[in-house]
């Protein structure tokens, strides 16, 4: 036993799951800092999970204010606008999330996420990150890389009923029991950037057809400086040119990223509160992989549709160059 | 997926949950915020602390409360135009009949425990309702859907039984933890503690052994002014040691297994134990009884320690008196209970005294707690995502959408690339005896077997019956309920003693009895097969019920060489048990997926033992074994509902 012993509190509070992953592993969630940036469906859901799970701290960035649309997903703020007054959407959701688990402390960090600078993502041992741009999440993604110790960094989107999350978890050592043998695993993980960079034609074959989709809509969003899932049906033309450039420049069939598919994700910017509980399930989890070192992590794409309702694991950073 | 057309499928429709525990309120939550505005919610349960790290619409200062109750409150508060109608009761209460379950478009199911499932089931299949049926266990969990006359039901696939273990692997010969556990919970605190009344195979078994005319009963009784200590030190030299040496006698016994040793209290260090007087102040200090401990009050403190056998022997004797000290009002009333740590304590500390005997690996309180309260492993992650899947299928449900209903496994390791795996669900068992009314077999001695036996072991530990009746022919044999005659009552009580071949209508070899359950509305036939001799160890209720598991054998070969496949591994999915934990007998929890792997070739004659493999080792949810069966899955497409 290193390290301080849980208090019979905590050994109280968290005995169902120190019976699924161990007290070591609980211990190390107790000291983990986390930071979670875009506070809609998915990442609330995420916020309850790792708040439950008894993380050390929680810390929120979403400066927005409340509106209808943003409270379409949410379970923490009462519909009620005499209570928003001026407050933002990060302040109103950490009110409510701090009673979850009162050995979790939950605070709001103001400000645009992409003006911090590497010393503050260097506080957190996870950061996710969600509805910001391209551009955002390739910097934030590399500063969480400058910082002197691992910073796991995740991304997670949901349109339509579909959700992606991304994991960098840098070069990540773990050890498991295979065989009542401990063996020690090495995982190296792209960056964002790096990942979405490999030519698409060396990509594996039958890969996810919504990391295509993906994007596609990505790059739309990027071009035309829209917020992410400021989107309409009304752009598919726009969106299906650029997908034909994309794709021919990468010479990828234009099938591997479906009109219909492009258009469900262009036009179901409605969260659908089912799909944030599963993706933000599943984060969930892998965020306590990461932080306890137990259990194998996801590597590195999750793609979710609840229309075939397959949830799927893509390792996308292993080309034909790797050697 | 048509967002509008969902939320039109959705609104006006009414939607029952039983269960507000780890699923339930994750469950409500999405039911809320997806649009659902009219959900009733039945849980009988109150809250604990230790549901606090994932049944998150609950408090600190909940405890206690009822669980529908307080989740209704809770969601509302985020969704306060929509109607939830909270039940504080058991779904098995006669008022939840077919009729109230008629009133529902669906039914989501997020329950602890198979007996509460297969009544649910009968209910929805009799009310004609569809059923979205749900399970977790750590990070496993699994949605299915059944729709009566498109899917199967809950039940057209056997369930494991919840594990049992030989009486004399118990009292005489343990080779796991396990095996420790069920002796000190059910045997030793049960004489010690228990109804004195109760059969209990420890009396009987240490005064058979022991030939002697000894009364077994004088042994555990603290005589009459007996000092407290001297009575803990009897007991133990008692159980540990005599016993053990009257086990060595029968030397048959240790031809294949590693002797026993004694263990007596001389034997132990037990220097600190002596010195007990300075400890009862300590003692004193407790007000509620079920905080006394016996750790405590010696000075251990950590629960995930492993203790050496000297610390249990100290912590053994020491439970032992604070109870005749503490608690001496309950002696002779006390059932063993998770929550009560002296109880846990005593238990823990007789298990690993007594494995220490056997050479069996000790365990830590924490560990054993577990073992003995059945405690099942539980995050909120999995829950929050069983919760979104089952309101998917739910949606699919209320859309009639047939073609795309699923069954969906949420794995820990990924089975082809896949985490959230989606199953096309198979069509009903034309065999099943629940959901196609097709008549059973039973084996059973009609000369010696009582219809108790009968109504004990098979018609409510097999058949899951609530409120049976019995009927042969035209002659009622047995009825249960609030609205019978004093004189049919007695004359069901009569019954209950006699032999099947004694009844007033003779039950016999070749007779077809009927068994019913009026609130289920659910009947089955039983043809009866009367046969001698039982094999005590592979049958120990002396009564073996057969019927739809070869039936759905031989289906399911029809099936493949339709198909014209040769490799018919058709993986059967039996569900995973035990979201909570509750009062659950010992049962694997890894008992669904563990269990799934099942050839059909070696299935034809195994209604009851293709899950005896599935034991306590099971437990670890770092098995990853428990997943390796899902290599068949590919196969089960063929089963399609058509
Ligand atoms: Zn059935």
Redesign the pocket.
Request: net charge negative; aromatic share 0%; with cysteine.
């Given at each position: 036993m290193n390290g301080e012993e849980l208090t019979e509190q905590e050994t109280a509070l968290y005995d169902r799951q120190i019976r699924v992953w161990g007290v070591d592993a609980q211990r190390r969630l107790s000291k983990s800092h986390i930071l979670v940036s875009g506070l809609k469906g998915t990442v609330i859901e995420f916020c309850k999970n790792i708040i439950l799970a008894g993380v050390g701290s929680l810390t929120l960035n979403d400066d927005r204010p409340v509106t209808d649309e943003l409270l379409s997903a949410n379970f923490l703020i009462p519909p009620d606008e005499t209570v928003f007054g001026e407050k933002s959407l990060a302040e109103l959701s950490c009110e409510s999330l701090k009673d979850f688990n009162p050995m979790v402390r939950v605070s709001v960090q103001k400000g645009d996420l992409s003006s911090f600078g590497v010393d503050f993502f260097d506080k957190f041992d996870a950061v996710v990150v969600s509805c910001c741009s391209l551009n955002t999440k390739k910097s934030v993604n590399e500063k969480c890389r400058k910082s002197s110790k691992r910073v796991a960094f995740y991304t997670v989107d949901c349109r339509d009923s579909c959700g992606e999350i991304f994991v960098d978890l840098q070069d990540y050592t773990y050890s498991k029991t295979k065989m009542d043998k401990m063996t020690e695993c090495k995982l190296q993980y792209p960056s964002f950037e790096e990942a979405i960079a490999i030519p698409w034609r060396s990509l594996p074959r039958r890969l996810s057809k919504l990391y295509f989709a993906m994007r596609v809509i990505e790059r739309f969003e990027e071009y035309q400086g829209r917020m992410p899932g400021q989107t309409s049906a009304a752009d598919l033309p726009n969106v299906l040119n650029l997908r034909k450039e994309l794709c021919e420049a990468h010479s990828l069939s234009e099938h591997q990223a479906p009109d219909a598919l492009i258009e469900r994700l262009l036009s179901g910017t409605r969260e659908f509160p089912p799909v944030c509980a599963v993706v933000g399930g599943i984060l969930g989890q892998e965020v306590i992989k990461a932080i306890s070192g137990k259990g194998d992590p996801l590597k590195n794409f999750f793609f979710f549709d609840a229309m075939d309702g397959k949830g799927i694991i893509e390792d996308i950073g292993k080309t034909n160059d790797d050697a | 997926m048509a967002t509008e057309q969902q939320l039109s499928a959705i609104k006006g429709e009414k939607v029952l949950m039983v269960g507000a525990g780890g699923i339930g309120c994750e469950l409500l939550k999405t039911l809320a915020l997806s649009g659902f505005q009219d959900i009733h919610i039945i849980d009988m349960d109150t809250i604990e602390v230790s549901n606090l790290n994932r049944q998150f619409l609950f408090r600190q200062s909940h405890v206690g409360q009822s669980k529908a109750k307080v989740a209704r409150d809770a969601v509302l508060k985020f969704r306060p135009n929509i109607s939830i109608t909270p039940y504080h009761a058991n779904i098995k209460d006669p008022d939840f009949n077919v009729d109230f379950f008629k009133k529902f478009s669906v039914v989501l199911n997020g329950l602890d425990n198979l007996d509460a499932r297969r009544h649910v089931n009968r209910l929805c299949l009799a009310a004609g309702v569809p059923l979205v049926e749900s399970g977790t266990t750590g990070f496993l969990g699994q949605v299915t859907v059944h729709v009566k006359g498109k899917t199967?039901?809950y039940?057209?696939q056997p369930k494991p039984a919840p594990k049992t273990y030989p009486v004399c692997t118990i009292t005489s010969t343990p080779s796991k933890f396990v095996h420790c556990i069920v002796w000190a919970k059910d045997l030793l605190f049960a004489r010690l503690f228990g109804d004195k009344n109760q059969e209990n195979d420890l009396n009987v078994r240490s005064s058979d052994a022991s030939g002697s005319s000894e009364p077994a009963e004088d042994v555990f009784e603290r005589k009459r002014d007996e000092d407290i200590e001297e009575y803990g030190r009897r007991v133990y030299d008692h159980v540990f040691g005599y016993n053990i040496e009257v086990a060595l006698s029968n030397e048959d016994t240790w031809k294949k297994r590693n002797k026993p040793r004694p263990i007596y209290v001389r034997d132990v260090e037990l220097a600190e134990v002596i010195q007990q007087n300075g400890n009862l102040d300590k003692v004193s200090v407790f007000s509620d009884p079920l905080s006394v401990s016996a750790m405590t009050t010696i000075g251990l403190k950590n629960p995930q320690d492993v203790w050496s056998l000297a610390e249990n022997s100290r912590v053994f004797l020491e439970a032992l008196k604070l109870f005749f000290l503490k608690r001496e009002k309950e002696i002779g009333n006390l059932t063993f209970d998770k929550d009560d740590q002296l109880a846990v304590e005593f238990v823990t500390a007789a298990a690993n005294i007594r494995a220490s005997s056997f050479g069996i690996h000790l365990h830590s309180l924490f560990e054993a707690k577990g073992i003995a309260g059945n405690i099942v492993h539980a995050v909120a992650t999995t829950n929050a995502i069983i919760a979104g899947l089952i309101v998917i299928e739910t949606i699919k449900v209320l859309q009639d959408d047939v073609k795309n209903y699923r069954m969906t496994y949420c794995l820990e390791h990924p089975s082809r690339k896949m985490l959230l795996m989606p199953v096309e669900p198979f069509e009903?068992?034309k065999s099943?005896y629940?959901?196609?009314e097709t008549p059973l077999t039973l084996e059973i001695n009609t000369n010696n077997s009582k219809l108790r036996d009968f109504v004990e072991k098979i018609v409510k530990a097999k058949l899951g019956m609530n409120l049976p009746l019995i009927m042969h022919g035209s002659a009622l044999l047995y009825e249960v309920g609030d609205d019978l005659e004093e004189d049919m009552v007695a004359n069901y009580a009569a019954n209950l003693d006699k032999v099947l071949a004694q009844l007033p209508s003779p039950i016999t070899g070749g007779t077809i009895i009927t068994v019913e359950d009026l609130q289920q509305e659910l009947t089955c036939n039983i043809n009866i097969k009367h046969r001698e001799e039982f094999d005590e160890e592979n049958e120990p209720d002396g009564m073996i019920l057969s019927g739809w598991t070869q039936a759905l054998a031989q289906k399911n070969d029809e099936t493949s060489k339709e198909n014209g496949a040769s490799t018919s591994n058709v993986s059967q999915t039996v569900s995973l048990e035990d979201e909570e934990d509750d009062e659950l007998q010992i049962l694997p929890a890894f008992s669904g997926f563990a269990g799934n792997k099942r050839k059909l070739t070696d299935n034809a004659n195994s209604s009851s033992s293709d899950l005896s493999c599935v034991g306590d080792e099971n437990k670890d949810c770092d098995d990853s074994e428990a997943i390796v069966m899902l290599d068949g899955y590919g196969e089960r497409k063929k089963c399609r509902v058509q």
């Open positions: - | 199967e039901c039940e057209c009903p068992n099943c629940v959901c196609s």
